[in-house]
């Protein structure tokens, strides 16, 4: 099968997201791409993937709504996938190559069209309600033209839901790492330390992230550690003592503090699927998320962490948990368990492979 990928936000979990899907299904894989340059360059992403993957750059891509741009970026590319030849499957990732992608395919008469959202943009905490509507105005009108919404959540699929649009889901999912059981673990008498990984974002809630850990600055037997980097004006915002940022760092280093923490925390406002969080559960982490859509997916209370809604009830929790390590060790097992039933990339993408096979089944049909 031939699978033609298009995507705007060429950078962080939905590249990653797309990258796993050519890994692991057997199909031909073409991408079309835009560039987030100041995140990270096409060429560094690229350079991530499996040989065999074809790519084209989509120029006039870009992340904000501006009617001109966006008309330049259509007729783009319309033009591209005009010229591509017996596509058995498009799928759009992402809500701008989502729009753009289906009134593409409507111009065209393609009817062989997927769209995964990857967090939806008016689940967005961080815009005015004005602009939420438009997002789900904008939603709305691209359901008619084509394609059909495949979320990475259960929560997202819901979040479709709601503003009447009919969605199934597949999970997003991790590669499970073999543990190796003479890597150090958290061991008795040390620090509790507490990890996350990210981009330092308002979508991330470093503020919120900052306020549980101030609560402890003057506690010697916890630390806080964000894996990630961001913007000068968000990584000011942590700024309590406790708090390390180590940048980016490459992912046998990440994996390694991963598997020494105690607890995975995430202050997220909304997300998709997040794929820092699967591979904290696929290490055998404790977790405590906050209550939002992506996040609510990935912990059952008391089975392998917490949800939070408020700072104060983050902070009971930690405290808890601190008094209670026998109690994250079992939700840490709890979590690797469910890891593998429910989250491997070897199961996802079979679901994929059977839903790409189906609608080029429908095609020919």
């Known amino acids: 099968m031939k699978i033609v990928h298009v995507v705007e936000c060429f950078a962080a979990g939905t590249a990653h997201f797309i990258n796993l899907l050519t890994q692991y299904t057997s199909c031909e894989h073409i991408v079309i791409h835009g560039e987030r340059r100041d995140e990270i360059s096409a060429e560094a992403v690229k350079a991530k993937f499996p040989q065999g993957v074809t ?30 030849k017996d596509i058995d499957v498009i799928h759009l990732h992402s809500s701008k190559a989502g729009f753009l992608g289906r009134a593409a395919c409507f111009i065209l008469g393609l009817k062989n069209v997927i769209y995964t959202p990857n967090g939806a943009s008016f689940a967005r ?41 009919n969605t199934s889901f597949i ?67 942590l700024n309590s003592g406790n708090i390390k940022v180590t940048g980016w760092l490459p992912k046998r280093e990440v994996e390694d503090i991963l598997t020494r923490a105690d607890l995975y925390l995430s202050t997220s406002l909304w997300e998709g699927l997040p794929f820092s969080v699967l591979e904290a559960l696929s290490l055998g982490k404790c977790l405590l998320l906050s209550d939002c859509v992506g996040n609510r997916d990935l912990v059952k209370n008391g089975y392998n962490g917490y949800s939070f809604l408020t700072a104060d009830e983050a902070i009971s929790r930690i405290q808890w948990l601190m008094r209670n390590q026998e109690s994250v060790k079992q939700m840490g097992r709890n979590s690797r368990e469910w890891s593998e039933k429910e989250f491997d990339i070897e199961l996802v993408s079979k679901q994929y492979q059977n839903l790409y096979a189906s609608f080029a089944k429908r095609r020919k049909d």
């Open 55 to 84: 790519f084209i750059q989509w120029k006039n891509a870009q992340r904000e709504i501006r009617p001109g741009k966006d008309l330049m970026a259509l007729r783009e590319l319309t033009t591209i996938l005009k010229n591509l």
């Open 125 to 165: 905490a961080d815009v005015s309600t004005k602009n939420k509507s438009l997002y789900i105005l904008l939603e709305k009108v691209a359901d008619k033209l084509a394609g059909e919404v495949v979320c990475c959540s259960p929560s997202e699929a819901q979040s479709y839901e709601k503003i009447g649009i």
């Open 171 to 237: 999970n997003n999912g991790t590669s499970i790492p073999t543990l190796d059981p003479e890597t150090p673990q958290p061991c008795k008498g040390a620090p509790f330390r507490i990890v996350t990984c990210g981009r330092i974002t308002e979508q991330k809630n470093p503020k919120l992230f900052n306020q549980i850990a101030s609560f402890f600055k003057q506690q010697q037997d916890i630390t806080f550690t964000w894996i990630g980097e961001g913007a000068m004006e968000q990584r000011a915002v």
